[in-house]
């Protein structure tokens, strides 16, 4: 089992920044591929971005790719994403979740999930 849990969320202006962590517990992280997905009022989860096992895999949605920034520290079991240039389009609910699939897009590749944490991007 792996318990995750996701903080760094909040409100931020439009163009502003913000890195979202998720902490793990249980296993160690360095075995598994971290996905972030997110879902925003009436609209159906999506992919944002996954960390794969080695530094250069990773993988971004078209809608935030050349703004946000995977990465982790597998000594701390923590996992960042890191959110620039935010637009108010970017307002959901983030969730990270641990899976063996890379580069795992969708929800189903992944066996674990966080609680979740709030983005508000205002314009």
């Known amino acids: 089992q792996v318990q995750l849990v996701e903080s760094g969320g909040g409100l931020v202006q439009a163009g502003g920044s913000l890195r979202l962590s998720c902490a793990a517990s249980?296993?160690?992280?360095?075995?598994?591929?971290v996905g972030w997905f997110r879902r925003a009022p009436g609209k159906e989860r999506e992919f944002v971005a996954a960390?794969?096992?080695?530094?250069?895999?990773?993988a971004y949605a078209d809608s935030v790719k050349g703004r946000f920034t995977v990465s982790r520290d597998n000594a701390k079991n923590t996992a960042f994403l890191q959110m620039n240039s935010l637009k108010p389009e970017d307002t959901a609910v983030y969730s990270c979740?641990?899976?063996?699939?890379?580069?795992?897009?969708?929800?189903?590749?992944?066996?674990?999930w966080g609680q979740g944490t709030q983005v508000t991007v205002s314009s």
């Open positions: 960390d794969g096992l080695f530094s250069s895999a990773t």
């Open positions: 249980g296993r160690p992280f360095s075995g598994y591929v």
């Open positions: 979740a641990a899976g063996r699939r890379f580069p795992g897009v969708a929800a189903s590749d992944y066996s674990y």
